[in-house]
């Protein structure tokens, strides 16, 4: 008789970057994030400021826990979340997914595109909480899903629902700027597919929504000297007003859920950035629990399991 192979007990890791539940969290989350090095204390003061004005801290985790609640009741699998700058701590977690008995683990990060900046420090985190808590279970680590057709699907739903709104008010065709997130040029200097990523996920979205005008921008750049890739938000709603567009549609799309880079940096900043332009701005509805997000991440771990049972039958 062939041999039987046990059944692994397999769990999911959600990772994402953290951010602050109170306003008095900030100075030490950006510790966090920048790895012990300070910030000049007006920056800080700045950065406080912004978050105050969104309510004084992030909904990132509660909308995290969500996205993972819903994700273990479609998977029937253990999901347990974790961030790498702020609570839960991927080091905290680690030893939790231990003691429940997990003995393989299927890692996806809350940021589809891969950058050494993020994934690439997310997966440096977890191996150093696995190699502290002296674990050796397999992990399927799952380094980018840019082009997921249930991600690229899920955005594009927003982005046709937040259009067809924004042309009844302004009478005539929208254009529309598709952003992510702005890395340091150095970043893609040194080989990182980010920006590529980017590229091809917008251009898959605009695609999927049908949008006749669109542009794809980089926003949330660091307060930092040295150059972040663009171009900026701030630069293609000029464009939008030199060419007499009264109302632009900004469709976030390297983030899945609510929080500050959405809150302040769109509906604040950038709103008030193109009112002074004369411009009406709208946005898409963030994820947040969209049925199809969740369907993507659940093919996503889907996949990996196939992979590695097929590996075992071997």
């Keep these: 008789m062939p041999a039987r192979h046990k059944q692994t007990r397999w769990g999911v890791l959600l990772l994402a970057h953290g951010a602050p539940d109170r306003l008095d969290d900030v100075p030490e989350f950006l510790l966090h994030v920048r790895n012990g090095r300070p910030l000049p204390p007006p920056v800080v ?13 992030s909904p990132l985790l509660r909308h995290s826990r969500r996205q993972a609640e819903l994700l273990a009741a479609r998977l029937g699998l253990p999901v347990f979340l974790a961030m790498r700058n702020w609570h839960p701590f991927i080091a905290e977690v680690i030893p939790q997914i231990i003691r429940e008995g997990v003995e393989g683990l299927v890692v996806l990060c809350l940021a589809p595109h891969n950058s050494r900046t993020s994934v690439g420090l997310y997966r440096e985190r977890l191996d150093d909480a696995l190699s502290a808590a002296g674990a050796s ?18 955005f594009a739903e927003k982005l046709r629902a937040a259009l067809a709104e924004a042309q009844v008010a302004a009478g005539s065709p929208v254009p529309v700027i598709l ?55 701030e630069s293609a709603i000029d464009q939008l007003a030199a060419a007499n567009h009264r109302h632009v549609l900004i469709a976030p799309i390297g983030f899945l859920c609510d929080h500050v880079e959405i809150l302040y940096d769109v509906d604040i900043a950038f709103r008030n950035y193109a009112r002074g332009k004369g411009l009406t701005l709208h ?32």
């Excluded at 003061?45 to 801290?57: Q, S, V």
């Excluded at 399927?140 to 991600?151: N, V």
């Excluded at 049925?291 to 071997?314: G, Y």
């Design 45 to 57: 003061e700045e950065i406080k400021h912004r978050y105050a004005l969104i309510g004084g801290g």
């Design 137 to 154: 279970l397999p992990v399927r680590f799952i380094e980018s899903w840019h082009d997921h057709p249930q991600l690229i699907r899920a």
């Design 179 to 233: 952003t992510a997130h702005s890395v340091p040029q150095r970043t893609i200097a040194a080989g990182d597919p980010y920006d590529a990523q980017v590229k091809e996920t917008v251009a898959l979205i605009a695609q999927a929504a049908g949008c006749p005008l669109w542009q794809a921008a980089y926003q949330s750049q660091g307060m930092t000297s040295e150059p972040w890739i663009g171009p900026t938000v």
């Design 283 to 314: 946005r898409t509805q963030s994820l947040n629990d969209s049925s199809l997000l969740i369907e993507a991440l659940a093919a996503l771990v889907e996949a990996e399991l196939a992979v590695a049972a097929s590996a075992t039958r071997a």
